[in-house]
């Protein structure tokens, strides 16, 4: 598995214009992925502090490759001048739901 950690600033010139809805969307549609977690944030641009959203995506090694090639057509629908992307190996599982047995646990 591969961890896909994208980190989206809302400003645009200086000027709040987007929030982690939006974001979200635009990844969503852009990137062709159906399945990620939004987190709102802080980030720092050339020293101006913003609202920002970090996008983490959970996927395999050449899904990941095909997702980073995608980030500059983000930045442009996105007004940013760049998007911060970290591509790293991950232990990630996605544990199923319990069944019945899961009423005499709880």
Not at 56 to 63: N, V, Y
Request: hydrophobic letters at 45%; one cysteine or more.
């Amino acid at each position: 598995m591969t961890l896909v950690s994208l980190t989206i600033g809302h400003n645009v010139a200086g000027v709040p214009t987007h929030d982690t809805q939006h974001v979200a969307e635009q990844v969503a549609r852009i990137m062709n992925v159906d399945a990620f977690t939004a987190i709102p944030c802080v980030g720092m641009w050339r020293g101006e502090a913003e609202a920002s959203t970090r996008i983490e995506i959970a996927t395999g090694e050449a899904e990941a490759e095909e997702i980073a090639k995608r980030v500059p057509y983000l930045a442009y629908a996105l007004m940013q001048e760049a998007i911060m992307c970290e591509i790293r190996p991950a232990s990630i599982t996605f544990p199923e739901r319990a069944g019945y047995q899961a009423e005499e646990i709880a």
